[in-house]
Nanobody
Framework: QVQLVESGGGLVQAGGSLRLSCAASGRTISGYHMGWFRRAPGKERGLVAAISWSGSDTYYPDSVKGRFIISRDNAKNTVYLQMNSLKSEDTAVYFC?????????????WGQGTQVTVSS
């Protein structure tokens, strides 16, 4: 089992930045692909960034490409999401997840989420 705990969410003005962290415990994440998802009010959860177990491959949907950066530190068992140029539409609960299969999933383990609110 892998336990994931997100942190770093909060309230930020449009155009600002936030850095989310996802700390893992229970097992090392070095063998897992990791992803960040978000769920906005009234919308389904969607993938916003993913990184392969080695860190060599990343994925971003067009909605965040060029603004969000995912990274990982396997020695610290932690994954990060740097979010820049934030927009009101980025407001959502952000979840960290781990996958044994691939960067696009399916994802096996999930954190509880951290709220990000972007004020315009």
């Amino acid at each position: 089992q892998v336990q994931l705990v997100e942190s770093g969410g909060g309230l930020v003005q449009a155009g600002g930045s936030l850095r989310l962290s996802c700390a893992a415990s229970g097992r090392t994440i070095s063998g897992y692909h990791m992803g960040w998802f978000r769920r906005a009010p009234g919308k389904e959860r969607g993938l916003v960034a993913a990184i392969s177990w080695s860190g060599s491959d990343t994925y971003y949907p067009d909605s965040v490409k060029g603004r969000f950066i995912i990274s990982r530190d396997n020695a610290k068992n932690t994954v990060y999401l740097q979010m820049n140029s934030l927009k009101s539409e980025d407001t959502a609960v952000y979840f960290c997840a781990a996958s044994r299969k691939g960067v696009v999933g399916p994802y096996d383990y999930w954190g509880q989420g951290t709220q990000v609110t972007v004020s315009s």
